[in-house]
């Protein structure tokens, strides 16, 4: 079952601060997730990050799709505390840490990790503490 969360808009059209779901990821999922980031960081007047953000957030599903049996996740995005950024975390049930393992420069794979590092400010991963799995997130921040 698919499930989403996210504050309340409150005023006029404003989103939270948050927004979060977990479901099963498709081939197409990707792109309502870039969808739905590229309303929230419109919203929170971030949207020069856009295309780094949202490059990022397809990696990272992409790996949930190739790699994660069940295809199971959970994507949240946050807008920063300071204001100055967004947080993009994705979590999943595969142990495996997230690499690059591309061999050679025609290699169809393998880059996903790579991209991120290229297009984000920081990222990183981490096991999760009571199950079996991992959280990979990214920041990007707003360039004064």
């Not at 059209?13 to 977990?22: A, C, F, I, K, Q």
């Not at 990707?30 to 990022?56: Q, S």
Request: charged share 25%.
């Amino acid at each position: 079952m698919n499930h989403a969360t996210h504050q309340p808009w409150p005023g006029l059209g404003s989103p939270g601060s948050r927004y979060g779901t977990d479901f099963t990821l498709g081939e197409h999922s990707a792109r309502h997730l870039r969808r739905i980031l590229r309303v929230y960081l419109t919203a929170w007047e971030m949207a020069e990050l856009c295309d780094p953000a949202c490059l990022a957030l397809t990696e990272l599903v992409a790996n949930v799709v190739r790699h994660t049996p069940d295809r199971r996740a959970a994507v949240l995005m946050m807008r920063r505390p300071d204001g100055r950024g967004v947080r993009v975390e994705v979590t999943d049930d595969c142990p495996r840490p997230p690499l690059s393992t591309a061999v050679d420069e025609l290699a169809e794979g393998g880059r996903g990790v790579l991209i991120v590092e290229a297009v984000t400010d920081r990222w990183g991963w981490h096991p999760l503490p009571d199950r079996s799995g991992k959280t990979v997130w990214f920041e990007c921040d707003v360039k004064p």
